[in-house]
């Protein structure tokens, strides 16, 4: 028999936006649980210095702000478990979870499940993620300062990384897979006549080099038109090719847009067909595709907390 317990919040997620939740809902006493899911700690898990959130003059490491944030939830009584949803059911009430053999039933729900960097997912990429190879030029581009660096990708994100770059790299070379670009006219445009920045079309990455050394030496490329290999001497590869909102599993019962964000109307709520789901919040990078920042996750994750507790307040809880 599965167990079955009824809460007032389960969180989804536990990156900045689901700890910021967890914290406000926790100091309202409604004991919220926090399913930790697939990348437990988020993006941030996997950043290293991170000096561009409040209050941490000298920069923070990013698994050590997220060990933080877990440790002042549970301090105020949030139950973190490591644990991802199976299947949710969101037209019954109260909402129904299923993790694993157990059923949790919830009245309300926050998702902030987050989005993964999209990755080239070559074993090298992998291997030296944090040690030269970057999602996050905003993030990691101090690290890339007088060096000679590498952006993958043909679109806005792309342009964006290659030209906020050039503060600090001494050469950008921006890397597209195809002949054409999905970047709007003007960045590309902006890119092209920067006199930092380099283009290589039709070119693919075949491997990163450094993995014994664990610190980027070059990148294997590939032209794709005459299939000739050359090394490309940069010693940071940033990824620019977008990222994939986690809302798999809500897709035909909420609202996502083209790309599989969750829609949100005043900031947290989320709809289906355009009105609004009683009871069920989105907040930080899995509605969030224009800023994606540590800070506004977690601003996001605080009006989601906010919003639940008012909900259950309207609903006699
Ligand atoms: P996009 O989906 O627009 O572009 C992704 C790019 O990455 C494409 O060039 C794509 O190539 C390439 N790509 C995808 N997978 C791979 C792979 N495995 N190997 C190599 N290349 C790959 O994503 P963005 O993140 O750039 O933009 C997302 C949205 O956000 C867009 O709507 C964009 O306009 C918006 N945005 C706006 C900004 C602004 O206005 N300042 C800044 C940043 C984003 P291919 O074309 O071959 O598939």
């Not at 926790?26 to 959130?53: C, D, K, M, Y």
């Not at 342009?159 to 906020?164: G, P, R, T, V």
């Not at 450094?210 to 940033?238: H, Q, T, W, Y």
Request: glycine fraction near 10%.
């Amino acid at each position: 028999m599965p167990d079955i317990t009824t809460r007032d919040t389960v969180i989804l997620g536990s990156g900045c936006s689901g700890l910021t939740a967890a914290i406000y809902t926790a100091r309202a006493n409604l004991n919220p649980l926090v399913l930790e899911g697939h990348e437990p700690g988020g993006q941030l898990s996997i950043t290293t210095l991170v000096e561009n959130f409040p209050g941490w003059p000298e920069g923070i490491q990013g698994p050590e702000l997220i060990e933080n944030m877990k440790q002042q939830a549970t301090r105020f009584g949030a139950e973190l478990r490591m644990s991802h949803l199976d299947g949710v059911d969101l037209s019954k009430h109260p909402i129904e979870l299923r993790v694993g053999k157990d059923i949790i039933h919830t009245r309300t729900l926050i998702i902030a499940s987050g989005a993964s960097a999209r990755w080239l997912n070559l074993p090298s990429e992998q291997a030296l993620i944090g040690h030269g190879v970057s999602s996050c030029a905003t993030c990691d581009g101090f690290f890339s300062s007088g060096k000679e660096i590498a952006v993958i990708g043909g679109g806005d994100s792309a342009m964006e990384e290659a030209l906020f770059l050039t503060r600090f790299a001494s050469k950008v070379t921006l890397i597209n897979r195809t002949e054409t670009f999905r970047a709007s006219k003007i960045m590309l445009d902006r890119a092209m006549a920067h006199p930092q920045i380099k283009f290589l079309s039709n070119t693919t990455v075949e491997e990163v080099l450094g993995v014994e050394e664990k610190d980027v030496k070059g990148l294997r490329i590939k032209n794709r038109a005459s299939g000739e290999e050359s090394i490309l001497p940069v010693s940071f590869m940033f990824l620019g090719i977008g990222h994939i909102p986690n809302a798999r599993a809500f897709k035909g019962m909420l609202d996502l847009d083209e790309d599989g964000y969750i829609l949100t109307q005043n900031n947290v709520y989320t709809t289906l067909n355009g009105k609004i789901l009683p009871g069920v919040f989105a907040c930080g990078d899995i509605q969030d595709r224009r800023y994606r920042q540590a800070i506004t996750a977690a601003g996001s994750g605080c009006m989601a907390a906010l919003e639940a507790e008012k909900y259950l307040e309207e609903h006699g809880h």
